[in-house]
């Protein structure tokens, strides 16, 4: 839609009226930074301003193999018709309970905020 990178304020002048949900899967997108934004994380809230009702993104940097797996995971359980609280819970269940495979560091750096 986009081909060039846009700015947390560039999405936050978009009205984003059919997207229920995005998804910031790279490194600490919802990182609580105090000396720009209060309360959470200025791509996040640019999203919430524009109309996405719920987003969900990493606390901390992780791990790119471990973040891909879980993302996918995630999608899959999205598509399946799960809400996103409920698919991000989903995965950080499975996650858990493989804990050979997947470093807890991944599961928990993954939150939902906006309209669960």
Known sequence: MFDTPLTAREIGAIHFSRTRLAILAACSTLAFD???VEG???IARSFLTAG???VIGSLWDVDDA???AFVVRLHERLARGLAPAAALRDVQREFIH????HDAS???AFTVIGHP
């Open 34 to 36: 105090g000396a720009r």
């Open 106 to 108: 991944v599961w928990a």
């Open 52 to 54: 996405v009702p719920t």
């Open 66 to 68: 471990g973040a891909a």
């Open 98 to 101: 493989d804990p050979a495979r």
């Open 40 to 42: 959470t994380s200025a």
